[in-house]
């Protein structure tokens, strides 16, 4: 079955450990939805999340490569966890839509972060699907840049 | 403990780990390690090729004959990128190997300085990992770190480039016990075992399959007595060539593309397939879903993620093929399958290649090495080069010993056996050492000739001459109507005139009748001083049979109609 898998990979942080990583999917072509990678609270350690796209097999061939690799130390596929992403956007700011674009960010606790002349900046953070709709809800009104940094998810004890 | 450049600390750990023979070419980043090498030289042995390509290849060589860590060490820029082939040719076949590259210092690294090149990214995909040392402090125990890397689990090349300024700054050393490699625990072993053992109670034809993941006498002695109790038949792929005694009469041939049809039919006919150390490759499964359909398959290996990589099996026991052999015959009791065997002696009865030479080329290839295995006793190493002349070199000399073949089997790298066969005899000068070359592949290295002759090793150079790119040449026949696209060599090359520049005798071989002759009086010098042989074949004797790429292994072509 084709499915989207979060991957949590510890890793140590040495030289060239994302290039390895990023190297390892692409030589054996698997896909990468999303990669998010930041130090964790053991020094010398980092924590990738992963978002792959994969047959099951091909999860399972993933995961044993990973693990293969020197600099990686732990690689987890998470069932039951807590997944969060962030998002900033900067949409159109109008008189005519400053309203409705508000209530939306309301609607979604997002935040104004910036207000421009012509244009509005938002941050959101929440599940992947949640910062989907917000987006697809705002597009109407233009949306001008747009950044968000993937998945970072923790497994549930 | 003393203080010692970063030079001599590489120096010291070499000797730390047993390394008493490297191969390299010295530059301006090795400066540094190569005047440490000089202080060095009664204890490490430096052979300097006439390529880095050919001291990759040698470390390679060196490791497969003698089971330890082969080191090359290139200075930085193209002398670390030369190196790249060898190191990839080391990944593919899981051959355990350091190599140390210089690198321009510390503070010119980024700025496309002279010489300068990112040899730990171009080789990340290509080693089993690698390593840049900018800190001499840390400079031992990486060392350290890429030996044990390269010789635990799984086996393979390792990369450790040191930037030049690290050669010169000093650091304290200490001498540290070596860190044992020893096999990776088997996961669940016990239970694994047991089923595995269960299944092959209840098999009635169980057939064994064997790669390079078998090693050492011990591993052999294994593999011998599981086949003896389980009354199994064996092949072997090409990496496995030897790690059953090929003279036994359990054993059915090389099994893939270029394997007997006995083995073949082994596959299609077996209901229980043993796969010890081998890892599916596609030159070995042809088509995968048709590969061994009417049998379990159990997959024995140390790396977990071969496991299910190509093939699908049926149970798998995860750790190291001997440990896991061994454990496995204490739970059998005798099997008895005479039939299921002789059935299989049977097809090589009723399929045996022929080859025919021609009026003016007589001599065909089989006679060639068939005549060498008999003259050598089987015992003799064999390097070889990539194509027809390494088929027929796995097809026809009758290998006793595991690495017996010392041969590119994953990256099929051409220009590989006479750097191999110079690490080979380098690290067994007892053992007779002959490279098995195409013509095609002795013109790529041939450079390494007089790496022979000016160190005085004594490797035998048995170039199978047939004027073409025949495996190419095979190809094009079967594939592409005959259009012999640019592998029609044909080049004016006098191989006797080549070899005597370089400062070597040499033979040549045109008709049956004169093979035996030529190949003792060669033997017999071989034995103090390296030889060259030119062995004329005719160009269209082909590699049978053959199974074609991703077809099944059941139907091979056995008989290829020349008819132009």
């Not at chain 2, 070499?14 to 440490?36: C, H, K, R």
């Not at chain 2, 690198?103 to 010489?115: E, I, P, T, Y």
């Not at chain 2, 053959?546 to 008819?563: H, Q, T």
């Amino acid at each position: 079955m084709n499915r989207q898998n979060v991957l949590s990979v510890s890793v140590t942080d040495s030289i060239g450990v994302l290039g390895r990583v990023a190297g390892l999917f692409s030589r054996r072509g698997y896909n990468i939805k999303s990669l998010n990678v930041a130090e964790t609270e053991k020094p010398g350690i980092s924590r990738m999340t992963i978002v792959s796209q994969g047959e099951e097999g091909e999860i399972e061939q993933l995961v044993k490569q990973l693990r293969k690799l020197y600099d990686v130390s732990e690689v987890k596929i998470l069932h039951d966890a807590v997944c969060r992403e962030h998002i900033i956007l900067q949409v159109g700011n109008s008189p005519v839509s400053r309203h409705a674009i508000i209530k939306t960010a309301n609607l979604f606790r997002a935040k104004v972060v910036n207000v421009g002349e012509s244009s509005l900046m938002l941050e959101l953070t929440g599940e992947p699907e949640k910062i989907d709709s917000f987006i697809s809800l705002l597009k109407p009104y233009t949306i001008t840049k747009l950044v968000r940094t993937g998945i970072s998810a923790l497994e549930r004890e | 403990m003393r203080t010692l450049t970063g030079a001599d600390i590489i120096c010291e750990c070499l000797i730390e780990q047993g390394v008493d023979t490297v191969f390299g070419y010295p530059g301006g980043a090795v400066l540094n390690i190569y005047d440490s090498l000089y202080a060095y030289s009664d204890k490490i042995n430096h052979i300097i090729t006439a390529h880095e390509q050919g001291a990759s290849h040698a470390a390679d060589g060196y490791s497969r004959a003698t089971g330890r860590t082969g080191v090359v060490i290139a200075t930085s820029g193209p002398g670390a990128t030369n190196l790249v082939t060898g190191i990839a040719t080391a990944y593919m076949d899981s051959v355990p190997m350091v190599a140390i590259t210089g690198n321009v210092a510390c503070s010119l690294l980024g700025l496309d300085s002279f010489q300068e090149v990112d040899i730990t990214g171009i080789t990340m995909p290509i080693t089993k990992h690698n390593f840049i040392v900018k800190d001499v402090t840390k400079l031992a125990d990486t060392i350290r770190e890429a030996f044990y890397i390269a010789a635990s689990g799984r086996k393979g090349p390792v990369l450790v480039d040191v930037p030049k300024d690290i050669t010169i700054q000093k650091a304290e050393f200490f001498n540290k016990p070596v860190k044992p490699c020893t096999a990776e625990p088997c996961i669940n072993a016990d239970d694994a075992i047991a089923r595995a053992a269960e299944l092959i109670k209840q098999s009635e034809k169980p057939f064994l399959y064997t790669g390079g993941g078998i090693y050492g006498d011990e591993g052999a002695k294994a593999l011998k007595r599981l086949a003896d109790i389980t009354d199994a038949p064996v092949a072997s792929s090409l990496m496995g060539q030897g790690c059953y005694d090929q003279t036994d009469e359990k054993y059915i041939g090389m099994l893939g593309m270029h394997g007997t049809k006995a083995a073949a039919q082994a596959v299609k006919d077996c209901d229980l397939f043993i796969a010890i150390g081998a890892r599916f490759s596609d030159r070995v499964i042809g088509d995968p879903k048709t590969f061994a359909r009417n049998a379990r398959i159990i997959h024995i290996d140390i790396d977990p993620a071969e496991i299910n990589k190509n093939i699908k099996v049926y149970h798998q026991i995860i750790g190291d093929s001997t440990e896991i052999m061994k454990r496995l015959i204490k739970l059998l009791p005798r099997q008895n399958h005479g039939e299921w065997l002789s059935y299989l002696k049977q097809q090589d009865k009723i399929y045996s290649a022929r080859q025919k030479g021609t009026e003016q080329f007589p001599l065909t290839p089989r006679t060639l090495i068939e005549t060498l295995d008999e003259l050598t006793g089987g015992e003799a190493l064999i390097a070889t080069e990539v194509g027809q002349a390494q088929m027929w070199a796995a097809q026809y000399y009758r290998y006793k010993h595991p690495h017996q073949l010392i041969t590119s089997g994953g990256l099929g790298t051409m220009g590989y056996g006479l750097g191999a066969a110079i690490g080979a005899k380098c690290g067994c000068p007892d053992r007779t050492v002959v490279n098995i070359a195409g013509d095609g592949s002795f013109h790529m290295n041939l450079n390494e000739l007089v790496t022979l002759s000016k160190h005085n090793i004594p490797v035998v150079e048995l170039v199978v001459n047939n004027n073409v790119l025949g495996m190419v040449r095979q190809w094009q026949r079967l594939f592409y109507g005959k259009r012999f696209s640019q592998t029609t060599l044909e080049r004016p090359t006098d191989y006797v005139k080549l070899a005597g520049a370089f400062g070597i005798r040499a033979f040549v071989i045109d008709s049956e009748e004169n093979c035996r002759e030529i190949l003792k009086e060669a033997l017999e010098m071989a034995k103090t001083a390296p030889v060259l042989i030119e062995a004329r074949i005719d160009k269209d004797i082909n590699v049978l049979p053959m199974v074609p790429a991703g077809k099944s292994v059941d139907e091979p072509i056995l008989e290829i109609e020349i008819d132009d």
